[in-house]
């Protein structure tokens, strides 16, 4: 079946260590990629997203994530976190003509001061 | 910052009973979705809304659900006869295009005794 799959279910980390979290979707064709952050008790508000043009995008609060087509990834990192990113990271997809997002089944992440 | 309301935040109700969800989306956006999570569970598409009708709906959006645009500004989720397996976050958001960024409401969490 046709997916979102994130890897990790929970990472915790130290502050100002460096976060990567992996996110692979098995949709053919072209695809728009999301990366959603639900802060504890918050909505869901947009990290960063790609449509086209360079792979690398960056995002609000010091995020950025890489798209490798050939991968079928679009993973997210932050070189330096801090305590306040302690939330749950949703990568979501949406293609060509069919805008519904696709989840993954999120990670959540830790930062311990 | 124009943001997508929803109300109640927290709606406990009996099994076979009815439920609406309320939902604000923001004010010059024309596309609208109602997703919902499941404790434990990824975040699931349920229905897309546009121009006063549905765009598309997922195999779980049956017969017991159902959509409105009452007026020029709410947007609502009925539940007729609820079930226990009901019991979720359902969440409401909105876009100005179905290629743009979705915007995403607090939630409401709906729990069926």
């Known amino acids: 079946a046709q997916s979102v799959s994130q890897h990790n279910h929970h990472v915790i980390l130290s502050e100002a260590a460096s976060l990567e979290l992996g996110c692979n979707y098995s949709?053919?064709?072209?695809?728009?990629l999301f990366w959603y952050v639900q802060y504890p008790g918050q909505h869901l508000q947009l990290l960063l997203k790609?449509?086209?043009?360079?792979?690398l995008v960056k995002g609000i609060k010091g995020f950025e994530a890489e798209f490798i087509k050939s991968k079928f990834s679009f993973n997210l990192r932050k070189p330096s976190v801090q305590w306040s990113d302690t939330a749950e990271y949703f990568c979501a997809v949406t293609r060509i003509n069919d805008y519904k997002l696709s989840f993954g089944a999120g990670t959540t992440v830790t930062v311990r001061a | 910052e124009p943001e997508v309301t929803q109300t109640p935040s927290h709606q406990v109700t009996q099994m076979g009973q009815e439920v609406i969800l309320r939902c604000v989306p923001i004010s010059n956006h024309l596309y609208f979705y109602w997703y919902r999570q499941i404790l434990g569970q990824k975040v699931e598409f349920l229905v897309s809304?546009?121009?006063?009708?549905?765009?598309?709906k997922s195999e779980i959006f049956d017969d017991q659900f159902s959509v409105e645009r009452p007026d020029g500004s709410n947007f609502t989720l009925k539940i007729r006869s609820t079930k226990l397996e009901d019991s979720a976050m359902y969440f409401c958001?909105?876009?100005?295009?179905?290629?743009?960024?979705?915007?995403f409401g607090p939630g409401t969490r709906l729990t069926v005794l």
């Open positions: 949709y053919g064709g072209t695809v728009n």
């Open positions: 790609y449509f086209s043009g360079d792979p």
């Open positions: 958001a909105s876009s100005a295009r179905p290629d743009n960024e979705q915007f």
């Open positions: 809304f546009y121009n006063n009708e549905i765009s598309e």
